[in-house]
Nanobody, 116 residues
C-alpha cells in the first residue's frame, strides 16, 4: 500500500515562505506523476503543481512565479517551495501520486495558513 506523508505546513505572515514535503513509502520512480493540490474552506480541491517522472512541471496560474515543485528521487520525496505567500493561499495542501496512469494516491493533508 502506498503511503504519502506531508509535512511543513503552518502559520506564516503574508509575504513569507514555507516548504512542504511529501515522503512516499516506496520509490517515486514508480509514479507517473506527483503533485500538490489544495482545498480551501467551502471550495473544491484544486491543482497547485505537478511534476512528472519525465517532462515538464505544471503550475496553476495563481502560483506561477511564487511556488516551485521539485523532487529528490534518492529520498522518495517531493517538495513544494512556497514564496511570497498570500492570504488566499490558505488551505489544506494534499500530496498526490498517480500510478499506472489511473490510480491516485493521496496524503492526509497539511494546513497552511497565511495571515494578512
Amino acid at each position: 500500500q502506498v503511503q504519502l506523508v506531508e509535512s511543513g505546513g503552518g502559520l506564516v505572515q503574508a509575504g513569507g515562505s514555507l516548504r512542504l514535503s511529501c515522503a512516499a513509502s516506496g520509490s517515486i520512480f514508480s509514479f507517473n506523476r506527483m503533485g500538490w493540490y489544495r482545498q480551501a474552506p467551502g471550495k473544491q480541491r484544486e491543482l497547485v503543481a505537478t511534476i512528472p517522472s519525465r517532462g515538464r512541471t505544471n503550475y496553476a496560474d495563481s502560483v506561477k512565479g511564487r511556488f516551485t515543485i521539485s523532487r529528490d528521487n534518492t529520498k522518495n520525496t517531493v517538495y513544494l517551495q512556497m514564496n511570497s505567500l498570500k492570504p488566499e493561499d490558505t488551505a489544506v495542501y494534499y500530496c498526490n501520486a498517480l500510478k499506472d496512469g489511473n490510480i491516485d494516491y493521496w496524503g492526509q493533508g497539511t494546513q497552511v495558513t497565511v495571515s494578512s
